[in-house]
């Protein structure tokens, strides 16, 4: 640690504002800031009381630059686990760029993406996964991903890792207990308590697995294709839903021949809308090519939204609906939209004729054109994702990384299953537990490499 350069970085967002906030950390950081700074009582830093703002100036070549406030922390009680420093100034670049100078003059070197929360990990201020965590909380854009990724960088994903580990560590332990007197024909582990203990550990692995297909798409934004048949009405939704005319609206058949796609927040959860070309035998090459990328999108969709002409009744709703249900992802929604309901006398009469072709799928009634019923489709969407997230509980995976590496645990987990079913030698057993563990630990950072670390916090902004 006493090794480490003092390192330096403007930690606020690029661009004019009112405020800058320009981070510095590392061994003498406070010496290196005291001598550019001059407090207004006359105070050394190296006498301020941590965790408190003071006033006053930095001055280049004798002329004043700006006035601050700044800040210090001693080690470990800072961010990054070392004595740091942040200084407060006006939000001019040139001001920032300026104090960036002073101090690498002085001894500090410019920061890479990531270093002050790379530095907090190897600190041990926080594991790896609560560290990836920190760039999800800068990047949520909603309640949902806000939550998500709050809840792991403040442990609740490392403690439910940590118990997994406790568990699998008392298996692997019994099992290399007994390889230590093989010889004596002794018993430390009753095989079917442990079997036990690894179903438990490989239903919680499962769970966290499974539940990385919401917290991706929460991620990324929950994707919504509308489909349906030509002029049945999507692009109106689309437009309805954005409160814009983002997709033209025309009675020609067929005018759209792309995905036209945007994002809205709903009851703070973000909203994939992708409005997809009309689905119907054609000729036409350049549509053709629209209606593959509809199934396409389908396959790829949380939420489809079959729509329906009410004014077209629902003769050929069977064909369309088997066509959307044969390209639907297995943990995917299906919503029947009846649109059009206010210009037919009785659209209840289609609702039953809908249900009688479909009995899984909800079927909705909406006019898009003029807004009836729009809320109760949107709660509708809000609630098929709410559900879904409450039945996986508070941890819910989001990191590919940690989903590969739970992919991974799960199965040499399996195999050691297997080995106690059998009964094989509790060497090959413990084996296959030991790489379980060694997964584990790649998410929390238990084990990992200078690869993997810097492939991590190089996709961190600058001055986090």
Request: hydrophobic share 40%; proline share 2%; aromatic share 6%.
């Amino acid at each position: 640690m006493n090794g480490r350069d003092v390192i330096c970085a403007i930690a606020s967002p690029r661009g004019k504002g009112a405020v800058a906030i320009i981070r510095v950390s590392g061994p003498g950081c406070i010496l290196l800031s005291d001598s550019l700074f001059e407090s207004s009582s006359g105070m050394k830093l190296v006498h301020a009381r941590p965790n408190h703002l003071y006033h006053g100036r930095i001055y280049a070549a004798q002329e004043l630059l700006d006035e601050v406030l700044l800040s210090v922390f001693h080690a470990p009680h800072s961010f990054t686990g070392e004595e740091s420093v942040e200084i407060y100034c006006h939000g001019s670049s040139y001001i920032q760029q300026q104090i960036l100078q002073l101090l690498i003059s002085v001894g500090c070197r410019l920061a890479r993406p990531g270093e002050f929360t790379e530095r907090a990990f190897l600190d041990g201020k926080m594991d790896l996964s609560q560290a990836e965590a920190v760039a999800d909380l800068i990047a949520s854009t909603s309640a949902s991903t806000h939550r998500m990724a709050l809840n792991q960088m403040r442990g609740g994903f490392s403690a439910e890792l940590l118990r997994l580990r406790s568990q699998l560590l008392n298996l692997t332990s019994l099992l290399e207990l007994e390889l230590d007197f093989s010889e004596e024909d002794v018993s430390f582990a009753d095989r079917q308590e442990l079997m036990s203990i690894a179903v438990e550990t490989e239903k919680l692995i499962s769970g966290l697995c499974r539940s990385f297909s919401l917290g991706n798409v929460l991620k990324n934004g929950v994707p919504v294709a509308i489909t349906g048949t030509t002029n049945v009405g999507k692009s109106t939704l689309l437009n309805a839903l954005l409160r814009e005319d983002k997709a033209i609206v025309s009675d020609l058949e067929g005018t759209t021949r792309d995905v036209i796609e945007d994002v809205i927040t709903l009851n703070d959860i973000d909203f994939r809308f992708i409005d997809t070309a009309g689905i119907r035998h054609t000729t036409d090459s350049l549509e053709q090519m629209g209606i593959e990328r509809t199934f396409k999108q389908i396959s790829q969709a949380r939420i489809v939204l079959l729509m329906v002409d009410a004014n077209k009744g629902t003769d050929s709703f069977q064909d369309y609906y088997r066509q959307i249900k044969s390209h639907l992802p297995e943990d995917a929604v299906l919503f029947i939209v009846l649109n059009k309901v206010d210009l037919v006398a009785q659209p209840e009469k289609l609702i039953v004729q809908i249900r009688k072709q479909v009995t899984d799928e909800p079927v909705l009634s909406i006019s898009a054109k003029s807004g009836l019923l729009m809320q109760q489709l949107q709660d509708q969407l809000v609630a098929a994702i709410n559900t879904d997230y409450s039945s996986h509980g508070d941890v819910i995976v989001s990191n590919l990384r940690h989903y590969e590496a739970l992919t991974r645990a799960r199965h040499a987990l399996l195999l050691a299953m297997e080995g106690l079913r059998s009964n094989i030698s509790s060497e090959f057993v413990s084996q296959d537990i030991r790489e379980c563990l060694h997964y584990l630990g790649e998410i929390t950072g238990e084990i990992t490499t200078d690869e993997i670390l810097e492939n991590i916090f190089s996709k961190f902004c600058i001055g986090k």
